[in-house]
């Protein structure tokens, strides 16, 4: 079983910045494939970043690339989401996820495992 939990989340005006923490309790968080999903009032829940976890290759959607940096603490069993140049649509809240071993497709809820409660993220003026 691994129990993910959020933090970071937040208001913040456009063009700001929020850093999303992804805390695991597992003692091989090393062996597990993690992504960042969101999900804004009336939408289909999307995909925003992963980070693989054999390859340690990371994916992002279009509409965050250049923005959006993800990376792991693998000592600390911690994901992190570092959002620069916050937009409007960037509104939603935020979950990230967890499978083990290599996830090829990473883009696809149904492939995770294991997800946080989520934490809101809030873009306005």
């Known amino acids: 079983q691994v129990r993910l939990v959020e933090s970071g989340g937040g208001m913040v005006q456009p063009g700001g910045s929020l850093r999303l923490s992804c805390a695991a309790s597992v003692r091989t968080f090393s062996s597990l494939t993690m992504g960042w999903f969101r999900q804004a009032p009336g939408k289909e829940r999307e995909f925003v970043a992963s980070?693989?976890?054999?390859?340690?290759?990371?994916y992002y959607t279009d509409s965050v690339k250049g923005r959006f940096t993800i990376s792991r603490d693998n000592a600390n069993n911690t994901m992190y989401l570092q959002m620069n140049s916050l937009k409007l649509e960037d509104t939603g809240v935020y979950s990230c996820?967890?499978?083990?071993?290599?996830?090829?497709?990473?883009?696809?809820?149904?492939?995770?495992?294991?997800w946080g409660q989520g934490t809101q993220v809030t873009v306005s003026s």
């Open positions: 980070i693989r976890w054999s390859v340690d290759v990371t």
């Open positions: 996820a967890a499978a083990w071993g290599d996830v090829v497709i990473t883009t696809r809820p149904a492939n995770y495992n294991y």
